[in-house]
């Protein structure tokens, strides 16, 4: 960690950035999408607002940023050619800070297609990184679905005793010689502190990350902590139509 960075931050130190791309693969246009009359993306810049006082909708999509700017969400216009949402973030941070004059210490990656988005966690997450040891933050919750275990699509993380992530999977990790023991599942919301954020996109992705395709691999193999706070939070992440039906039929909303 930064040896410079030697207090607790405050909420106004922290930027919340909400990456957001017209060009999903399986649901296009999913942002601008309609849940109970209210754009998705603005559905989550509203329960974000709740927990952050700074906070900007990061796209590069005319679409994206027209609804930003007919709801009042502040937005940044950001480039088309990046592949990740951490990429996003790091490019959206030089910008709103450049375009307002403010300075912050901490991002938050929160993400677009989450409706249901906690602002409980969003604060478990700011507080988190708000540490002067925390240089990446990120959420986890226990879970004893045996199913759910198995599924890839369904990331695994194992710590260490502090609460570090000692590696993410989507293979069934780590084995367990005694059925239904707990586990733990990756809820991928992230927190940087500014200057790990303005490093880790320097980097090139490597052998674990090509492997499993997960960015935070690339963190790891590259020596960068990540911290893992423990939520009871699931989400109700969109990738689909389908997944959009499912929501609007739970009678969560």
């Not at 027209?66 to 959206?92: I, N």
């Not at 300075?103 to 906690?118: C, H, R, S, Y």
């Not at 879970?143 to 198995?150: G, H, L, T, Y």
């Amino acid at each position: 960690m930064n040896g410079r960075v030697n207090k607790m931050l405050q909420n106004e130190d922290i930027l919340g950035i909400i990456p957001a791309r017209m060009a999903s693969t399986r649901f296009p246009g999913k942002p601008v999408v309609l849940i109970n009359g209210v754009p998705m993306v603005i559905r989550v810049y509203r329960e974000a607002s709740r927990a952050l006082q700074n906070l900007v909708i990061a796209s590069g999509d005319d679409e994206i940023e027209a609804v930003a700017r007919q709801y009042g969400a502040k937005f940044v216009h950001t480039s088309d050619d990046h592949t990740s949402g951490t990429s996003r973030c790091a490019e959206a941070m030089k910008t709103y800070s450049a375009k307002t004059g403010q300075t912050f210490k901490a991002i938050l990656n929160i993400q677009g297609d989450e409706p249901m988005v906690n602002p409980a966690v969003i604060s478990v997450l700011a507080n988190d990184i708000s540490r002067p040891e925390t240089g990446i933050s990120t959420l986890i919750k226990p879970e004893v679905d045996q199913e759910a275990f198995k599924n890839p699509n369904r990331v695994k993380v194992v710590l260490n005793r502090d609460g570090f992530a000692l590696y993410f999977s989507r293979s069934p990790l780590p084995y367990y010689r005694t059925p239904g023991t707990a586990w733990f599942s990756h809820i991928g919301m992230y927190a940087f502190k500014k200057e790990i954020l303005e490093q880790i996109v320097e980097l090139e992705p490597g052998i674990l990350e090509n492997a499993e395709s997960l960015e935070q691999l690339r963190w790891l193999e590259n020596g960068y902590p990540i911290h893992c706070c423990e939520s009871n939070y699931s989400g109700f992440g969109i990738d689909s139509p389908e997944d959009l039906a499912l929501l609007l039929k739970s009678g969560l909303l």
